[in-house]
């Protein structure tokens, strides 16, 4: 917990909101975000490259809600994409094309046209073929693409192996041995133009070895191409910083950042971030209210309104979330099974009909029927990962900014889950 969420009263507030008030508000599950809490990450970015050439490329996946790409676009971010609908979004919210770089191994010839035709920064390019694919596309075009090409500096990043992306068998980046030959490939060719270079190793990275490491690699590469007369204007060298959930300590934003640009051993070029999880994750809260208690004759359960489909990551990676009592009152009467004095250990479930569908095991919580909890760290990789299963519509977003509420998403409904389907004669 920080400034931003905190008990007031015995009541968890989001800012100066109470969380139960947002709950009666606009009902449960629901991802509440506070603005403060945005801009104080990004500040911490923004503070740390002063002095810096310097583009703070927030990576839209791990949160594209609008208001959220909207508030970091009037902080002067830019914007790490992986797909055109990001694309889409980010102009919707009012972010600058001229400051988008497109990540990705897949990128279509559609998405490479709408990137092209909105001017945008640079092309992270994965792949021998995506270089040839984007000479011709931009050639059709009469444009001249910018590009880079996406590095896999074969480093360790010491995270869960579904979000490491810089080993040699991750599909991420041209392999290192072969990067500076592709770059003489992409300087021959008439319609790219060379700007930088780039890698990215991982998400929820807990040390700043391994991005030394990455840099360090990047470096050779980088007086490589110098000595052949390819100068790069700019580095870029991804996102990973991780968040605390439970009890990681990852480096403070300052100290990684001060980390690279030691590392950079004072190079010039414009550095470009791509973080993601490190500026939205401690920034939004899922809320929930519990439906069920159900004692069990090994384990008691709670079930709540939240479920796998509005938060993956407990299932698909076996993630931690801390998940805490909307009200910290002792409880007013006993439930069966449980003791209102006395916290019990639960296991927080959805309703969804997977045993995967869990949001938290043994948890010790004063609860009942209809207690609210608030499920931590839930802003990045959340609502962004959500999906309809079981025919779930989607939960909504709620941004806090002080003593104000904003709706920032509604509440999917069922009509408009269904609204593209056709029965057949
Ligand atoms: N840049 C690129 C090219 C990426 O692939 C990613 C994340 C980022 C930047 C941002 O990384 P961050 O700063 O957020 O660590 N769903 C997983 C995380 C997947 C990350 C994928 N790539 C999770 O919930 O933990």
Known sequence: MDDHFNYQN?????????????????????????????????????????????????????????????????????????????LQRVLAAGGDARKVVFSGVGKTVAELRMALEANILCFNVESAAELDRLNEVAGSMGKVAAISLRVNPDVDAKTHPYISTGLKQNKFGVAYTEAVALYRKAHAMPNLRITGMDCHIGSQLTETSPFIAAVEKVLVLVDALADEGIALEHLDLGGGLGICYQDEAPPAIADYIAALLGALQGRTQKLILEPGRVLVGNAGVLLTR??????????????????????????????????LPVDNNPLPQACEGTSAKTPSIFEIVGPICETGDFIGHARELAIAPFSLLAVMSAGAYGMSMSSNYNTRPRAAE???????????????TVQQLIAGEKIIA
């Open 10 to 86: 015995k009541q968890l507030h989001v800012e100066q909101v109470a969380l139960a008030d947002i709950a009666a508000l606009h009902g449960t599950p629901c991802y509440v975000y506070s603005r403060a809490a945005l801009t104080t990450g990004f500040r911490q970015f923004s503070d740390a490259l002063q002095g810096r050439d310097h583009l703070i490329c927030y990576a839209v996946k791990a949160n594209s809600n609008l208001a959220i790409l909207n508030v970091f676009a009037r902080l002067g971010a830019g914007f790490d994409i992986v797909s055109g609908g990001e």
């Open 290 to 323: 519990v439906e069920y208690i159900k004692p069990g004759e090994e384990k008691n359960f709670a079930i709540v309104d939240a479920a796998m489909n509005d938060l993956m990551r407990p299932a698909l990676y076996d993630a931690y979330h801390d998940i």
């Open 398 to 412: 709620v941004m806090v900014d002080g003593k104000t509420v904003h709706l920032v998403r509604e509440r999917e």
